[in-house]
């Protein structure tokens, strides 16, 4: 059974947005991920906090989604998605945390 995809957006007291992340990303809702992260992104280059620590799986639909923005996020990731971003490439045009 899927885990239901769930985006929330708030801000730390130093002013830095986070896009929290919960369930599941593919094909089936990358699209509804990549309007989220769009409306998050703030337009004056403030970097946004992608945190993705409830997420249990992530296809290369949902990856897609974060290449455009690689520049202005920083993504926090368990060991189980590290990997992936690792092998994508996306590992090296981000800052990548564990949490």
Known sequence: MTTAL???TSRRSDGTRIL???GEIDMSNAATFA?????AVDADG???????TEVE?????GLAALFPHAERIQLVVT???EPL????GLADLTTV???
């Open 6 to 8: 769930s985006l929330a």
């Open 20 to 22: 929290t992340v919960t």
């Open 35 to 39: 309007a989220g992260l769009a409306d």
């Open 46 to 52: 403030t970097p946004l906090v992608v945190d993705l």
């Open 57 to 61: 799986y992530l296809d290369s639909a």
């Open 79 to 81: 060991p189980l998605l």
């Open 85 to 88: 971003l690792t092998i994508s």
């Open 97 to 99: 945390h564990r949490p």
